[in-house]
C-alpha cells in the first residue's frame, strides 16, 4: 500500500475488519467507509488536486455523408490544462473520443471502419483470463464498432466477435431505419470492452429526419446549430502524469478484472470540468452517460428547471419538465435548457449527487459531484418556444404508438454468484450463464415479448438489447430471499430463471414521464423486476433478416467462425466484459 501513513493504515486495519462482517450492501458499511474515510479512502486511487473550470468545453467536430470513412488511432490527449497528455485512442481526426456523425432517415449509410491503433493505453490493465483474451491482445488490440441502438443487420451490429484487428478494416451497413434520436457508437470488442471506451472510443450519431432536420427551420422549432450541443459524459481517475487510470481501488492487483470503480473527475467531451459560455437563450442538450460504471443523478446547480423532450430512441409524445433526471450507462436523453431565464454573468453547473453503487461504497467512494459549468453571455441566443408537444400535430411525427399486448411473458435473471470464501470477485452471469453457453433466447420474428428482468443483485444492472427498441412498463419489489430460497440457484452454465410472479411484494412502479418513450437500455434495480415490452421485427419489417449467418473475415482472430443473431448484456462496462452478456436470436 504504497503512500499510506501509519494513520491510514490503522483506520484501513479498522475498517476491514467491521466491514468483513458486513454485507457488501450495508448501509452502515457505507456509511462506516465515508465516516472512516471522509470520501478520500485509502483503498482507492485518487486523482490530482485539479481546478475546475481551467478548461473551455469543446464542441466535436460533425461528419455527414453517406460514405463515411472512420478509424481508430493511438494518441495522446490533455484531459485538463494543467495536465501533460496522457496516452489514448481516438477516432477520425480526434485524439480523444470521435466526430459526431448525423444520419438521415430513410437514407442507407454506409461506415468503412479501419483498427490503425498502435499497442493499447491500458495494456497493463487487460486481463488476460478473460473470455477469448490472449497476451497478444495488449498490443495488437481487438476492436468492434457498435452502432448503440441502430436497427442494424447483423453482420453489421458491431458484434464482440466481429474483431478487426490493427492494419485491418470492415465496411459497416446501416439501412437507415431509425427514427430521428441521439444514438452513440463505441468499441463492442470481447472482454475489452471497457478497456478501449476508457481510453476514447465513443462517439454520438444524430439521426435527422424531415421534422427534426437539424436545420434552423425545423418544423419543431427545436434550437439548432450553435444551440444544439451533444455531450458524451465520462468520470475518470488521472495520474499525476497525465495518464488515466482504470483502476479504482488498490484491493485488485493491476492485469486483473475490477468489476467496476467510480471515477473523482467529471469529464465532458473529452476535457475535466470544462466551462461554456451560453447565449441568453434556449439550449438543445444532447446527453450520452458514456461511462463505464455509474448512474448518475443530473441537475443543475441552481435547482433550475429543464424539459425532457426525448430519450433512447428518439422523441416523447410532449417535454417533460423536472429539476433532475437519473441516468445509466448508455442511456441518453434529449434536453432543453433555457438559459435565457438567467441574467448576464451567472454560472450555473451540471452536476450529480447519485450514490456510488454498493460495491464501490463499501471500498469508500463517494458521489463525483461535477461535470461543467456554464456561464450566461449578455447577448440574446435561441428564442423559441418550448412546444406543449413534439408527436402528433402539424409538422411533427405521429404519436408514439400505443403499448401493444404482450403475446409471450420471459422472465430472465441478472446474478452475482458470490465466490464463496474465496478472494476471488463475484461472478457476473445474466441466467446464471456464461457468454458462450448455448441455452440462449430465441424469440419469434414479430411477436411481442414482455420480459421480466430481475435483479438478484445488490446493484442495478442497465440492460441494453441490441437491434430492438422497446417500453419500459415500471419496475416491482421481489422477495430475493424466498425467490432464491424456493428456486435454488444451480452452478454456472446452468440456466436459471425462475418464474417470479408469485414473489412480487408490491405494485408496479410507473417508470419515470421521461422513460416513456422508445428505449434500448433499462436502469434494472436491486430486488426488482423490470418489465419491458418488446416487438422482435421480423425480416419482412426490416428488409434484411435479423437471423442471418454471417463470418467474421478470414484476417480476424476467429476468422471464418459462422456468428448469428445479436447481444443483450448489461452495460457496466465491466461487467459486460465478465460474463453478464449473452447472446440471442430472432428465429423464424
Known amino acids: 500500500m504504497d503512500g499510506l501513513n501509519r494513520r491510514s493504515a490503522l483506520r484501513l486495519a479498522a475498517f476491514g475488519v467491521v466491514a468483513a462482517a458486513l454485507p457488501a450492501s450495508s448501509v452502515v458499511k457505507r ?41 481508430a488511432h493511438s494518441s495522446a490527449h ?31 449509410w454506409t461506415l468503412s471502419y479501419t483498427n490503425g491503433t498502435q499497442g493499447n493505453p491500458l495494456a497493463a490493465d487487460i486481463d488476460v483470463s478473460l473470455h477469448g483474451m490472449t497476451e497478444h491482445d495488449r498490443e495488437m488490440t481487438p476492436t468492434s464498432l457498435h452502432m448503440h441502438g441502430s436497427i442494424t443487420p447483423p453482420a453489421s451490429d458491431g458484434h464482440s466477435e466481429m474483431l478487426v484487428r490493427p492494419g485491418e478494416s470492415l465496411t459497416h451497413s446501416f439501412p437507415g431505419l431509425n427514427e430521428a434520436a441521439g444514438l452513440w457508437y463505441h468499441d463492442h470488442a470481447m472482454s475489452m470492452t471497457r478497456i478501449n471506451v476508457y481510453a476514447g472510443l465513443a462517439g454520438m450519431n444524430l439521426v435527422r429526419d424531415r421534422f427534426d432536420s437539424g436545420d434552423a427551420d425545423n418544423s419543431l422549432g427545436l434550437p439548432s446549430g450553435e444551440f444544439e450541443l451533444p455531450l458524451l459524459l465520462q468520470e475518470k481517475i488521472m495520474n499525476p502524469d497525465g495518464s488515466m487510470s482504470i483502476r479504482s481501488t488498490i484491493t485488485v492487483p493491476q492485469g486483473k478484472w475490477e468489476g467496476g470503480g467510480t471515477g473523482d473527475v467529471g469529464v465532458v467531451n473529452g476535457k475535466i470540468w470544462p466551462t461554456m459560455e451560453v447565449a441568453r437563450g434556449l439550449y438543445r442538450l444532447r446527453i450520452v452517460n458514456a461511462g463505464s460504471y455509474s448512474v448518475w443523478n443530473l441537475f443543475f446547480g441552481n435547482r433550475m428547471q429543464f424539459w425532457v423532450i426525448g430519450n433512447d430512441g428518439g422523441l416523447l409524445d410532449a417535454p417533460v419538465y423536472t429539476d433532475s433526471i437519473r441516468l445509466a450507462p448508455a442511456e441518453r436523453v434529449d434536453v432543453l435548457v433555457d438559459f435565457g431565464a438567467l441574467q448576464p454573468g451567472e454560472l450555473v453547473e451540471l452536476r450529480n449527487d447519485e450514490p456510488p453503487p454498493a460495491q464501490a461504497a463499501s471500498l469508500g467512494a463517494v458521489p463525483m459531484p461535477l461535470f461543467c459549468q456554464f456561464r450566461v453571455a449578455p447577448g440574446r441566443g435561441f428564442v423559441g418556444d418550448v412546444m406543449t408537444m413534439y408527436r402528433g400535430g402539424k409538422g411533427q411525427p405521429p404519436l408514439l404508438p400505443p403499448v401493444p399486448a404482450a403475446q409471450v411473458q420471459r422472465t430472465v435473471t441478472v446474478n452475482q454468484p458470490s465466490a464463496g470464501l474465496s478472494l476471488a470477485p463475484p461472478l457476473m452471469t445474466l441466467n446464471n450463464l456464461r457468454y458462450a453457453d448455448p441455452d440462449i433466447e430465441m424469440p419469434a420474428q414479430g411477436t411481442v415479448e414482455q420480459w421480466n428482468i430481475v435483479n438478484t443483485t445488490l446493484e442495478p444492472h442497465p440492460i441494453h438489447l441490441h437491434l430492438v427498441h422497446f417500453r419500459t412498463l415500471g419496475r416491482a419489489p421481489v422477495d430475493l430471499p424466498a425467490y432464491q430460497r424456493d428456486n435454488p440457484r444451480p452452478d454456472v452454465g446452468i440456466k436459471w430463471a425462475p418464474d417470479v410472479e408469485r414473489y412480487v411484494t408490491g405494485p408496479l412502479s410507473p417508470p419515470a414521464a421521461w422513460e416513456a418513450g422508445a428505449k434500448d437500455t433499462v436502469n434494472t434495480y436491486p430486488g426488482t423486476v423490470t418489465r419491458i415490452l418488446v416487438r422482435f421485427p421480423s425480416a419482412e419489417d426490416l428488409g434484411f433478416d435479423p437471423d442471418a449467418v454471417f463470418s467474421a473475415p478470414s484476417g480476424h482472430h476467429g476468422g471464418g467462425a459462422e456468428l ?21 436470436r430472432l428465429v423464424r
Open 78 to 108: 490533455s484531459f485538463h490544462a494543467d495536465l501533460a497528455p496522457g496516452p489514448t485512442f481516438g477516432y477520425g481526426e480526434l485524439d480523444y473520443l470521435g466526430p459526431t456523425i448525423e444520419s438521415v432517415q430513410g437514407q442507407p
Open 31 to 71: 456509511a462506516l467507509a465515508d465516516d472512516i474515510f471522509g470520501g478520500h479512502s485509502p483503498l482507492l486511487f485518487h486523482s490530482p488536486p485539479l481546478q475546475p473550470f481551467r478548461d473551455e468545453l469543446p464542441r466535436l467536430p460533425i461528419l455527414t455523408g453517406t460514405s463515411i470513412e472512420l478509424g
Open 564 to 584: 448469428q443473431g445479436y447481444m443483450w448484456h448489461c452495460h457496466m462496462l465491466d461487467h459486460e466484459d465478465h460474463e453478464m452478456m449473452l447472446r440471442y
